[in-house]
């Protein structure tokens, strides 16, 4: 099975970096992906690894390494709508194209 | 592009009814549509996964007879609770992906509904 642990909440300074980190345990592993949620709001992709190394798309960055089963999403410039729920997911192996999520890291934006 | 639409956003039913909720692709196909369920402040859990043309994959503990799935075209899936009770009171979510960005984990959701069962 698949099992992906986050700290539960994570509280930074609206300008700051923070970083929420993500360990997994997979039975094969297709890449790491995250998601943001708002409270009461659908999830909304962010991004996506495969290989390891880092991936950056605007404020949002995101770290894999694949022989530690660890990765990280880092927020820069935080703004007060970040605050949100992160969510990391891996897609599971044998054949299913479906998608198992982490256990989410509550975000909260502070002035 | 790649838009998933879900209907009802919100409903409120008497226990022992049923409810249909309904998740659509409005501009891509999806052979294959997921369904989750999501308590508050806790992770997304995937309840099954809907095959256009074929049985559902229901996940382990997900009662097969309580929640129905029904992916009878390329843009359409819906999930009937039958027999609704307090306990099934949650928020359901839908998502799909289109073919090439389901391989990078990229799943686009619906809004969402939230059942609440009196």
């Known amino acids: 099975g698949q099992s992906l642990e986050q700290p539960s909440e994570v509280t930074a300074v609206e300008g700051a970096i923070v970083q929420i980190n993500c360990t997994y345990q997979t039975s094969g592993f297709y890449g790491l992906s995250w998601y943001q949620q708002h409270d009461g709001g659908a999830p909304t992709f962010l991004s996506y690894n495969a290989l390891d190394g880092l991936e950056e798309t605007g404020r949002f960055s995101s770290f894999l390494s694949r022989s530690d089963s660890y990765g990280y999403l880092l927020l820069q410039e935080l703004q007060m709508k970040d605050s949100a729920s992160y969510f990391c997911a891996v897609r599971a192996s044998g054949g299913y194209q479906k998608v198992t999520f982490g256990t989410g890291t509550k975000l909260q934006v502070i002035p | 592009g790649a838009v998933v639409s879900q209907h009802p956003s919100w409903v409120i039913c008497k226990s022992g009814t049923s409810v249909k909720i309904e998740c659509r692709s409005l501009?891509?196909?999806?052979?294959?549509m997921f369904w989750y369920r999501q308590f508050p402040k806790q992770s997304l859990m995937l309840m099954a996964t809907s095959n256009e043309g074929s049985k559902a994959t229901y996940e382990q503990g997900v009662e097969k007879d309580k929640f129905l799935i029904n992916h009878a075209s390329l843009t359409l899936s819906t999930l009937t609770v039958t027999s609704a009770h307090p306990e099934d009171s949650s928020f359901y979510i839908c998502?799909?992906?289109?073919?090439?960005?389901?391989?990078?984990?990229?799943?686009?959701f619906g809004a969402g509904t939230r059942l609440s069962v009196l």
């Open positions: 501009d891509f196909q999806a052979t294959t």
């Open positions: 998502s799909a992906s289109p073919t090439g960005r389901l391989a990078k984990n990229i799943q686009y």
